[in-house]
């Protein structure tokens, strides 16, 4: 799909360039691997297609949030090159919504198949008098599978990600990406992020949102918003967590999950921004 306009990305800065000022030296100087969707929070990357008519496109490897009006759904992946290449590649979104859905279905279904935290989760839909369109599953990190492309490189499908409850994770994780699930027991607010501590089965381990989380411009509509988690906590008690990152090994022998974006990881089903934005509705209303 054609796009007129892209944004221009950098830690300093955030601009619109329409297609107009960009030309193809200009691009390959100093705007390559920069720009993204121009629709608010989608963080869908864009190239730029030289030619009679100038344009911008998406990245091929790249996905728009499902409410974008850009937004495309692409299947499939395709696979080339040795068996020993380490480059992974994006995943759908179909396949990204699967692997959270999969794996948060397995912490909150019993037996019986039943949710154990229905109420809750009845809860978090009235919680807002007004409607606030989301998708729970929407909008999961693009490279599940770990790793990532630049903009010219081939793909090769990553190793299937894994899930693990808090008590499941042992020392052959250490160093690989993997979905975490767990019950948050505590929230400290860091300036703009925080570090959380989850647990399952008398174990327990940290969330931690390092400095390159806070530096990403696509981690801003999540700056700042970790209150949510905490009023949420002291609200229903029993919160769910479900992440993805790398898991890490401290110096004191403690697992820690190290997460880059602030769609890698849900509060009960819902991601950080939207459950934000619900309570503070709340508030105001």
């Known amino acids: 799909m054609r796009i007129s306009k892209a944004r221009f ?8 360039i329409p297609i107009r000022l960009m030309t193809k030296k200009k691009y390959i100087a100093a705007y390559k691997g920069k720009l993204y969707c121009p629709t608010e929070n989608c963080p869908a990357k864009l190239s730029y297609s030289s030619g009679k008519k100038g344009y911008y496109k998406t990245w091929r490897y790249s996905n728009h949030t499902p409410t974008c009006p850009y937004n495309l759904e692409r299947e499939g992946i395709r696979q080339i090159g040795g068996k020993d290449m380490e480059i992974s590649v994006n995943i759908s979104k179909r396949h990204k919504q699967n692997a959270l859905m999969r794996a948060y279905k ?5 037996e019986q198949n039943i949710p154990k935290n229905e109420q809750d989760s009845a809860v ?14 929407e909008s999961a990190q693009m490279t599940l599978f770990g790793g990532t492309i630049a903009e010219d490189f081939s793909p090769v499908k990553g190793k299937k990600l894994l899930s693990r409850f808090v008590h499941e994770i042992g020392p052959a994780d250490i160093g690989k990406n993997r979905i975490v699930k767990g019950l948050i027991k505590d929230i400290e607010l860091l300036d703009s992020a925080a570090e959380m501590i989850i647990g399952y089965q008398d174990m327990e381990m940290t969330i931690v949102f390092l400095d390159n989380f806070q530096k990403d411009p696509l981690n801003k509509s999540y700056e700042n918003k970790f209150w949510a988690i905490k009023e949420w906590l002291n609200r229903v008690k029993t919160v769910n967590f479900i992440g993805v990152g790398e898991v890490r090994m401290t110096k004191d022998n403690h697992f820690e999950l190290s997460v880059s974006m602030g ?3 849900k509060v009960d089903g819902e991601d950080l921004y939207n459950l934000a934005r619900k309570l503070k509705a709340v508030a105001l209303s």
């Open 106 to 110: 397995s912490m909150v279904m019993d």
């Open 263 to 265: 769609t890698d990881f």
């Open 124 to 137: 978090i839909k009235k919680i807002s008098q007004r409607k606030v369109k989301s998708n729970a599953f």
């Open 9 to 16: 990305v950098t830690e300093d800065d955030m601009k619109m």
